[in-house]
C-alpha cells in the first residue's frame, strides 16, 4: 500500500489520560501535515513538517499537543491530559513540495473519543 | 475573516443534473487550489486541482478559478447518487499549508 496510513483508526480514552496516534506518509514524500476535524466542520490545520523539522504549528493548539518527525519519515501526534473537547478526527496528509503545486493526500484519519 | 469560505449547503439536485459549488478565498497570494471529496466518516480524497486562471476539466468535473475575484468553483455534470458527499475547498499558500473551507453538502436525488 502507497498511500498515507495512520493508526490507530479508533481510539476510545478516558478523560485525563494521554493518547499517541502515527502517521506514516507516501514514502517520497517531505511535508507532513495533521489536521483536526469535527462534525460539520473543513480540518483544522495543527502542525506541519518538512522532513524532520517542525515548520509551523497552530497558535491555537494547546501545548498538551506535541508532534514529532523524527527520522524525517513517520510522525506522531501525542495529546496529554485529554479533554472531551479533544474528540475529534484527527487527518495526517502528506506531499512533495519540491514543487510549489503539488496535492496533499489524506491518510485515513484516527478517530479520538474521550469520554 | 476565514481564510476560504464556502456555503455548507445541504445543496440537492436530481441525478443527471449539474451540481455548482462555490468557494472563495481571503489571501491574494494564495496560489494552489483544490477540490476534495469527503464521505461520511472517511478522510477527504482529492478530485481536482487548479492552479491557473480558466477553467480545467476532468470527466465530469470542471474546476474554474477566478484569482482577481478570489473565487473558484467546482461543477459536477451528469451528477451521480454516488457523488452526494461533502465537498471541501483547500487553499495552498506559498507551499506551505493548507487552508480549507467548512465544505458543502450535496445530495444527488435519484
Known amino acids: 500500500d502507497t498511500g498515507v496510513s495512520q493508526d490507530p483508526r479508533h481510539k476510545i480514552t478516558k478523560r485525563g489520560q494521554n493518547v499517541t496516534f502515527r502517521c506514516d506518509p507516501i514514502s517520497e514524500h517531505n511535508r507532513l501535515y495533521w489536521y483536526r476535524q469535527t462534525l460539520g466542520q473543513g480540518p483544522e490545520f495543527l502542525t506541519y513538517?518538512?522532513?524532520?523539522?517542525?515548520?509551523?504549528k497552530s497558535r491555537l493548539l494547546s501545548d498538551r499537543f506535541s508532534a514529532e518527525r523524527p527520522k524525517g519519515s513517520f510522525s506522531t501526534l501525542e495529546i496529554q491530559r485529554t479533554e472531551q473537547g479533544d474528540s475529534a478526527m484527527y487527518l495526517c496528509a502528506s506531499r512533495y513540495a519540491a514543487f510549489r503545486n503539488t496535492e496533499a493526500f489524506f491518510g485515513q484519519g484516527t478517530r479520538l473519543t474521550v469520554v | 475573516q476565514k481564510e476560504v469560505e464556502q456555503n455548507s449547503g445541504p445543496l440537492s439536485v436530481p441525478e443527471g443534473a449539474i451540481a455548482s459549488l462555490n468557494c472563495t478565498y481571503s489571501d491574494r497570494v494564495s496560489q494552489s487550489f483544490f477540490w476534495y471529496r469527503q464521505y461520511s466518516g472517511k478522510s477527504p480524497e482529492l478530485i481536482m486541482s487548479?492552479?491557473?486562471?480558466g477553467d480545467k476539466e476532468d470527466g465530469r468535473f470542471t474546476a474554474q478559478l477566478n484569482k482577481a475575484s478570489q473565487y473558484v468553483s467546482l461543477l459536477i455534470r451528469d451528477s451521480q447518487p454516488s457523488d452526494s458527499a461533502t465537498y471541501l475547498c483547500a487553499v495552498n499558500l506559498e507551499g506551505n499549508q493548507f487552508y480549507f473551507g467548512t465544505g458543502t453538502s450535496l445530495t444527488v436525488i435519484p
Open positions: 513538517f518538512q522532513n524532520e523539522a517542525q515548520l509551523e
Open positions: 487548479i492552479y491557473s486562471n
